[in-house]
């Protein structure tokens, strides 16, 4: 039940831009994105609930396919605190309440 | 400020013994769940529970079981601890309603030996 996500890696230089690819093969209710820095919990980044909606977070972006049960999370003007791995989580039609997370997308920023 | 606890950060157990990992969320949720972190896996949901007394099995259940006789305290069971189980396991809880956000414990690093 694990969405796949892509790359599993990104090394960028400050001020560069990145995407974060989610894709699932269920249909999906939600689409919720987390950051993790190394050592400490996932920390909330945005939710996305319907089709084509795209939310923003600071310069931090994303958006929600519902008909191809894709997500997308754009990181633009990156900073180093962007550095940690993102996770995206998906909630499932048939399982409402449910969170699944795919294996994450280790992001490094140098300046 | 919201919180999710977990009772340890590390935890050392031998082989064979039955581990407790305990969750205390203070937030009133109806929903709770048990990740399992490994490099390169990312986080797998072993049980979810979405009321008292009520469980359902996630991806990776095996070995492991749970118990919620309170709502806001959710333990994840190890019967009996193998090697394979060393890892790091995350609690998290979240509001009944599609599209809430999952708060997320600090984690316990588990090393079975």
């Known amino acids: 039940q694990q969405p796949v996500q892509s790359p599993q890696a990104v090394i960028l230089r400050e001020g560069e831009d990145a995407v974060i690819n989610c894709s699932s093969s269920k249909a999906l209710y939600s689409v919720h994105w987390y950051r993790q820095k190394h050592g400490e919990a996932p920390v909330f980044l945005m939710i996305?609930?319907?089709?084509?909606e795209q939310k923003g977070h600071d310069k931090i972006s994303a958006s929600f396919n519902e008909k191809k049960q894709q997500s997308s999370l754009y990181l633009t003007a990156s900073q180093l605190s962007y550095s940690g791995t993102y996770f995206c989580g998906t909630e499932i039609r048939s399982t409402l309440g449910r969170l699944y997370f795919g294996r994450g997308t280790q992001l490094t920023v140098w300046p | 400020d919201v919180k999710v606890t977990q009772s340890s950060r590390y935890l050392v157990k031998r082989t064979g013994e039955k581990v407790f990992l305990e969750c205390v969320q203070d937030m009133d949720h109806e929903n709770m769940f048990w990740y399992r972190q490994d490099p390169g896996l990312g986080l797998r949901l072993i049980y979810f529970s979405y009321d008292v007394k009520m469980k359902e099995k996630g991806d990776i259940p095996e070995g492991y079981s749970v118990s919620r006789e309170k709502k806001e305290r959710f333990s994840l069971i190890l019967e009996s601890a193998s090697t394979n189980q060393t890892s790091m396991y995350l609690c998290?809880?979240?509001?009944?309603?599609?599209?809430?956000?999952?708060?997320f414990g600090q984690g316990t690093r588990l090393t079975v030996v």
């Open positions: 996305l609930l319907k089709g084509g």
């Open positions: 998290a809880s979240r509001d009944t309603g599609g599209g809430t956000e999952a708060f």
